[in-house]
Nanobody, 120 residues
Framework: QVQLKESGPGLVKPSQTLSLTCTVS??????????WSWIRQPPGKGLEWMGA???????FYSPSLKSRTSISRDTSKNQFTLQLSSVTPEDTAVYYC????????????WGQGTQVTVSS
């Protein structure tokens, strides 16, 4: 059974870059045909898909966040990372990593989530 766990700073200053890592256990991030996503939920709002990296290393981004988002991976550590640049208080949210098969956006496996607050 695959498990995902987010890690990273809980507080980021405005204009800085938010960096989070998702560590995966119980399955390889290179296994066909899984997609590994970042999803966030601002306080009082719904879930927002941010982007994904797939089993072959291809990346996909939400159009609304594409200019500020970068997703990469380290296959030796079985991890994938999120970088969100030029953050503002509106980027305050619980950030989740999740897995789906074949880019269906039907996420069967989720991390527990990590709170990130953007504040000076």
């Amino acid at each position: 059974q695959v498990q995902l766990k987010e890690s990273g700073p809980g507080l980021v200053k405005p204009s800085q870059t938010l960096s989070l890592t998702c560590t995966v256990s119980g399955g390889s991030i290179t296994t066909n045909y899984y997609y590994w996503s970042w999803i966030r939920q601002p306080p009082g709002k719904g879930l927002e898909w941010m982007g994904a990296i797939n089993f072959s290393g291809s990346t996909f981004y939400s159009p609304s966040l594409k200019s500020r988002t970068s997703i990469s991976r380290d296959t030796s550590k079985n991890q994938f990372t999120l970088q969100l640049s030029s953050v503002t208080p509106e980027d305050t949210a619980v950030y989740y990593c999740a897995r789906d098969h074949s880019n269906t956006l039907d996420f069967a496996s989720w991390g527990q989530g990590t709170q990130v607050t953007v504040s000076s």
